[in-house]
């Protein structure tokens, strides 16, 4: 969903990942989506309110529950997912959300992986 901070700034938050050896970048689509499907745009990751099917979300969850914190917790669903998996943002009002790519970090055990 798109989402608006605590400073009342509006976010689209639909983004992609792009990862070189051993960075992974979070960056805007040209366009500002991958594609789109209704009133929903298609992306690599989107903001922390999300749902998912419970079998994605059980294959992830061993690896992402290492995470140090909420923030760093989606962090970890995001560069866990596997490839191709796409996240759809709803053209819905906003929710009230900081943006946790500003405030996450690597767990030790997601950082060390290749």
Sequence with gaps: MPTV??????SW????I???ESLARFLPYPTGYAGAI???ARGDTTSGTRLYRA???KALWPE????ESSTSFW???DLLAPGGSSALTCMLPPV???DYLDLAELSPSLASQP
Excluded at 5 to 10: E, Q, R, T
């Design 96 to 98: 009230v959300e900081e």
């Design 75 to 77: 962090l970890s669903l």
């Design 38 to 40: 209704k009133h929903c």
């Design 64 to 67: 992402a529950t290492k995470a």
């Design 5 to 10: 901070n605590s400073n009342g700034a509006w």
């Design 13 to 16: 938050p639909v983004r992609k």
């Design 18 to 20: 792009v990862r070189e």
């Design 55 to 57: 079998a994605a979300l």
